[in-house]
């Protein structure tokens, strides 16, 4: 294969997910990975209500809720594993279609995605190999030309393509190739992880517990059942070789109630970096950087996958539309400035709660028991926390000035009892309070279309989840982006202003001759 439209390096969540997204699309794609099956020990653990609603759109949805489990919330304890503060989730899925709070093993999913990889003929992956090389020069069948070897024979190969993403972990070739470097957000703490096996279920809070203490601060979930792990924070000076089994054992003693640790299987023991940084740039003219390769995010809130399927899902529509002739290279500069400043308040966010779990000393942490005892008492304090501080996309070319609706993803209720997801199919939709559209120029109409126009009506949504958002913006309508982003809002369906909104990101959809 010597041209290919997309090549994506790395074949985990994010890049697997990237070359579906582009597959179902039309884009056909090659995927390059160092593993040549899957890596096999766990890592991320856990996924989101929108996570899961971005997944279960690359037609796995079933295979997903073989592999997980919906988690009740997380729980802040103190040293004693005295409940601080509660965070519960809905198991239930009433706001995107799917619980709020999934967990997982890593190697269950990734199996998952290489399977639905196969399934698609628009994609071939190869395992086993690395990359050496990333160029961007003229004259080649492609923007960029990637040289990579076979790991096995040395044997070495040459692909052009017209675009790369690379996603590519923490130590991201690709991020050196195009010369961008990690802007560290000043958060670094060295953490020992254990991942357990145990026969008989642990008489334990069956979601995430972060244990608050500056001396030991730790994590405590249950993955999947008879799964568990646990994470501790290693103080100055402390190294993770040091750990012996009986002090591992030790440590997760408070958890194991009755439960004999001889029975139990240490699966994993490790220590791992966590850290808060971004990328300075995440594109260089036809290359990107996407998951670990662009963020680091610590993980307390459970959002460091999460964080580069968003990518994928912000990246792929766009990049499809641009290698369709149907928009310009604006369009992609869009994706590095939405992404990065919403993956850096995300970063912020987890920071934040790593501080509450490990920063102060003695005396603040009788401060930090007090404070979150009481804002644990207030009404609606969690959701109301949560709605401010979650990041939403800037205003910009994908994004309604002015619009407090607009750059935040569309609830999933179900319009006569299907997922709004499946009634709004790949392309743009726009959401309005009753059935069709006002009368527009043909060629506006047209324009629409082109892109895959959908239309939807709230008052077909039982639970009265869209017809809230509406009144909560003073709304009659809303346009919604293939990724499930609102991109405005308005008392009535603007097609000519939402089309201006839309060309001034380089989206033509047709040229003026064809819709003549």
Not at 19 to 41: E, K
Not at 409 to 436: H, N, V, W, Y
Request: include cysteine.
């Amino acid at each position: 294969m010597d041209h290919v439209p997309v090549l994506v390096i790395g074949a985990g969540p994010t890049g697997a997910t990237a070359a579906i997204m582009l597959a179902q699309r039309g884009v056909t794609c090659l995927v390059l990975d160092r593993w040549p099956q899957v890596y096999p020990l766990p890592r991320a653990v856990h996924f989101d209500d929108e996570v899961f609603r971005a997944l279960a759109g690359l037609g796995i949805e079933d295979r997903l809720r073989e592999i997980s489990r919906p988690a009740p919330g997380m729980q802040l304890v103190d040293n004693q594993l005295r409940v601080l503060a509660e965070f519960t989730r809905d198991p239930v899925g009433l706001l995107n279609g799917y619980p709020q709070a999934n967990m997982f093993d890593q190697p269950d999913l990734e199996q998952v995605l290489r399977d639905r990889l196969a399934e698609l003929a628009g994609v071939q992956l190869r395992g086993g190999v690395e990359v050496y090389a990333i160029d961007q020069v003229p004259g080649g069948p492609g923007a960029v030309r990637v040289r990579y070897r076979e790991l096995a024979t040395g044997a070495e190969h040459e692909v052009w393509a017209d675009a790369v993403l690379g996603c590519d972990g923490a130590n991201s070739f690709t991020r050196t190739s195009i010369g961008a470097g990690l802007h560290d957000l000043g958060f670094v703490q060295q953490w020992l992880i254990v991942d357990v096996h145990s026969p008989q279920p642990l008489n334990a809070y069956a979601g995430a517990q972060q244990v608050c203490d500056h001396d030991r601060a730790a994590s405590y979930m249950m993955v999947t059942p008879g799964r568990y792990r646990w994470e501790f924070r290693l103080r100055p000076g402390e190294q993770a070789d040091d750990v012996t089994e009986a002090q591992v054992i030790g440590l997760i003693r408070p958890w194991l109630g009755p439960i004999d640790p001889a029975t139990l299987t240490i699966l994993r023991r490790t220590w791992y970096t966590f850290r808060g940084a971004v990328a300075d740039r995440w594109q260089d003219r036809r290359v990107f950087l996407l998951g670990d390769a662009a963020h680091l995010t610590p993980p307390f809130i459970g959002q460091g996958m999460g964080a580069g399927i968003r990518d994928a899902a912000n990246l792929t529509w766009k990049l499809a539309l641009v290698l369709a002739g149907r928009a310009d290279d604006r369009l992609l500069d869009t994706y590095e400035a939405e992404r990065l400043p919403y993956a850096r308040r995300m970063i912020q966010m987890a920071m934040l709660i790593g501080w509450i779990m490990t920063g102060g000393s003695a005396r603040t942490a009788r401060l930090r028991r007090a404070a979150l005892a009481a804002i644990a008492r207030l009404p609606g304090v969690e959701r109301k926390v949560v709605e401010s501080a979650w990041p939403a996309y800037r205003c910009g070319p994908l994004v309604a000035a002015r619009d407090r609706a607009a750059g935040r993803l569309c609830p999933q209720p179900r319009l006569d009892g299907e997922l709004l997801d499946r009634s709004l199919g790949t392309g743009f939709a726009i959401i309005t309070r009753g059935p069709g559209l006002p009368a527009y120029e043909p060629a506006i109409r047209a324009w629409f279309d082109a892109l895959g126009l959908t239309l939807a009506d709230a008052s077909t949504d039982p639970s009265g989840v869209l017809t809230r958002l509406l009144d909560q913006h003073a709304a009659d309508a809303l346009l919604i982006r293939p990724d499930r982003i609102i991109a405005a809002s308005g008392d009535r369906p603007d097609l000519r202003a939402w089309q201006r909104l839309l060309q001034a990101a380089g989206i033509k959809a047709l040229s003026e001759r064809q819709i003549a």
